[in-house]
């Protein structure tokens, strides 16, 4: 069964944002995307800065 998860990586460990429904030293396969870096975007139209607002969360990038 495949799931996405977000996760926090720090201290070189990734740390999911929920808890996951797994058993303690159960093997998974990791697939990594990066968010994209809209905070970076400067833009003048504030009609425009709340659609990016939106939708950053949903946007993805692979490695």
Not at 10 to 38: M, Q
């Amino acid at each position: 069964m495949a799931e996405t998860i977000e996760c926090v990586f720090t201290g070189n460990v990734l740390k999911p944002i929920e808890p996951l429904n797994l058993k303690d030293g159960e093997r998974v396969i990791v697939h990594i995307e990066r968010k994209l870096p809209f905070d970076t975007i400067k833009v003048k139209n504030p009609i425009c800065r709340e659609y990016i607002r939106s939708i950053r969360d949903e946007s993805w990038m692979p490695l």
